[in-house]
């Protein structure tokens, strides 16, 4: 009888260390972060999901539930999540947030990137396309994480190790393919001005429709202006994004007779691009047959 309930106390002990840490996103490119680094000892959700674009998402009901049942709550910072203090207040949050850019210098915007009113002021937020950048947030997850869950801290420095190596890897093998292009031709023209680490890391010239935020739409005035770059320096490809629609684009190449390339992923992940690895390889690859 002693040993059997020995047994039944032990199995129970087993289970309770084994359920995982419940954690928030806030949205689905950072949840692919925590993933990666916390493996099957964290259980992620995601606010704002695939294709959602968190320049306009709106909380539900469900998200203010499922936040509030987590004990870390990961967001990007840096103004990306206008919405953030909203959603805390209305879900009564009583985990740790946790900014996973605290450690990286923000890029800076030209003033004529801004728009009245709009919260990201003149920083740019879109950090992960860098992938410098996105190896200092995965220190700060594996910090975070190893601070929760101490237990579990080998893991997710093994975890941490070896996504930063993938990482790593994969921006020297890009890096080499963009230095092979010459400079006067790295030119790229995308929906909205969410890919500026990306420039600033291999050298583009970028030449956004719509500023920061998917919020604003271009003016006929700046329609007119990028039109005549484009044909100016013969600009072959165009580019919308998932979380965009793709109508002011497709005018563009109509008008300049460039190609409309496949959809880039920017603010969220998508069923084609599921992980951070899988968006900046596809995002890449298809400037750089672009650019050729």
Do not use: C
């Not at 946790?98 to 728009?115: C, F, L, Q, W, Y």
């Not at 010459?182 to 990306?198: I, N």
């Not at 719509?210 to 013969?234: D, G, K």
Request: charged fraction near 20%; proline fraction near 4%; charge should be neutral.
């Amino acid at each position: 009888m002693h040993k059997h309930l020995l047994a039944l106390l032990l199995a129970a002990s087993s289970l309770a260390q084994a359920a995982p840490l419940k954690v928030a996103a806030s949205f689905s490119v950072l949840s692919n972060l925590v993933q990666e680094v916390g493996g099957q000892r964290v259980e992620v959700s995601s606010l704002v999901g695939m294709d959602e674009d968190a320049h306009v998402w709106q909380a539900r009901p469900a998200d203010l539930k499922k936040l509030s049942a987590t004990s870390l709550f990961f967001v990007n910072g840096l103004g990306f999540e206008g919405w953030l203090k909203r959603v805390e207040q209305a879900s009564a949050y009583k985990g740790q947030v946790i900014t996973v850019s605290k450690n990286i210098k923000p890029r800076e915007m030209a003033d004529d990137h801004g728009h009245e009113g709009h919260q990201h002021g003149h920083t740019d937020p879109h950090a992960w396309h860098d992938p410098r950048a996105v190896v200092s947030m995965v220190e700060e997850i594996k910090l975070a994480l190893s601070k929760a869950d101490p237990a579990g801290a080998t893991e997710y420095a093994q975890n941490a190790a070896r996504f930063t190596t993938q990482i790593t890897q994969l921006d020297q093998k890009i890096s080499a393919a963009f230095a092979a292009i010459p400079a006067a031709k790295r030119k790229v023209v995308t929906s909205h001005d969410a890919l500026g680490y990306l420039g600033a890391r291999y050298q583009l010239q970028l030449l956004p429709l719509q500023s920061i935020s998917t919020e604003a739409e271009p003016s006929a005035r700046q329609m007119a202006a990028l039109i005549r770059e484009i044909r100016n320096n013969n600009i072959r490809a165009v580019f919308a994004e998932n979380i965009s629609n793709p109508k002011l684009i497709e005018q563009i190449a109509r008008e300049t007779q460039a190609k409309v390339g496949p959809a880039l992923y920017t603010d969220a992940l998508s069923k084609n691009a599921p992980s951070w690895l899988a968006m900046f390889s596809h995002n890449t690859q298809a400037i750089l047959d672009a650019l050729k």
